[in-house]
């Protein structure tokens, strides 16, 4: 399974997203990739606490004669393995955006799961690699969106994305991200999205300090703070989307509960390393 991540404005939280989603995937038994398709502006990296890939996407992108494995870092906390992008100018004037496809072809085919952390916009960067797609996650922040223009600016960057995904026969759902609105607002929103709109909500995600704290230590938030508002709801759209991908339905128990404070407990203890 492939799934691109979009967004049409930057600070929505899309790159978090893709980091949590994936450790969600690979915390429950998938092989998961995350691949950083941002080729101008990289930075899932950051995420995992990857601070200086020596060899990367770009290195693919640049180099013909350079490895797939040796471009992919496992992340011991998270147990997934990530592709990630170099924020060297050099590495960027350099690469050849045309192999993009054949890379995250090859990549893709070692996992369960893979996830594209598609640029900001209409995702030029990426836009080759949907014909290997199956799935498109919209990202959308309403933080910074007042509820009066939410629907401007749902045909403005909504209805344009969902478009895009359908063109290549994507199956579209939407996130809400960094949401402090009361509930009946949000269920309005929703509303909207799914009977108007036609696409799917398949998660609802709290705004919470706990995800830029997270993000500072290189560590993704499901993780780093499994019991925090926001790793509660990503893991539950994980759950839908683990659904709707697989067809399995998840009902997390006390155990599940329990081994998440020990892995966080265990991971402020003991923080390990990981190859750079």
Same mark, same amino acid.
Do not use: W
């Given at each position: 399974m492939v799934a691109v991540v979009v967004t049409g404005r930057g600070?929505?939280?899309?790159?978090?997203?893709?980091?949590?989603?994936?450790?969600? #995937?690979? &915390?429950?038994? *998938?092989k998961t990739l995350v691949i950083d398709g941002d080729l101008y502006l990289p930075k899932l990296a950051f995420h995992f606490g990857i601070y200086n890939p020596v060899t990367n996407l770009h290195t693919l992108l640049s180099t013909p004669d350079a490895r797939l494995k040796d471009a992919i870092y496992h992340d011991v906390k998270t147990g997934v393995d990530v592709l990630p992008g170099s924020s060297k100018l050099f590495d960027i004037l350099t690469m050849d955006e045309k192999r993009l496809r054949d890379i995250v072809r090859d990549a893709a085919e070692n996992y369960d799961v893979t996830?594209?952390?598609?640029?900001?916009?209409?995702?030029?960067?990426?836009?080759?690699? #949907?014909? &290997?797609?199956? *799935?498109?996650?919209?990202?959308?922040?309403?933080?910074?969106?007042?509820?009066?223009?939410?629907?401007?600016?749902?045909?403005?960057?909504?209805?344009?994305?969902?478009?895009l995904g359908e063109a290549y026969g994507l199956k579209v759902g939407v996130i809400l991200n960094k949401v402090r609105e009361e509930k009946p607002i949000v269920d309005d929103i929703v509303e909207y999205l799914e009977e108007s709109v036609g696409v799917p909500v398949v998660g609802i995600v709290s705004f919470d300090p706990a995800v830029p704290a997270s993000q500072n230590r290189g560590i993704p938030v499901v993780v780093n703070v499994p019991h925090s508002h926001a790793a509660r709801d990503i893991r539950m759209a994980g759950d839908v989307l683990r659904e709707w991908i697989f067809g399995v339905e998840m009902k997390r128990s006390l155990l599940d509960s329990f081994l998440d404070t020990l892995r966080s407990l265990f991971l402020r203890l003991f923080p390990s390393g990981k190859k750079l």
């Open positions: 600070g929505a939280g899309k790159t978090t997203m893709s980091a949590n989603l994936s450790t969600y #995937f690979s &915390l429950n038994g *998938y996830f594209i952390d598609s640029p900001v916009g209409i995702p030029f960067d990426t836009i080759s690699t #949907f014909r &290997l797609a199956q *799935y498109q996650l919209i990202i959308v922040e309403l933080g910074r969106c007042p509820v009066h223009s939410f629907r401007k600016m749902v045909e403005n960057e909504v209805d344009k994305l969902k478009a």
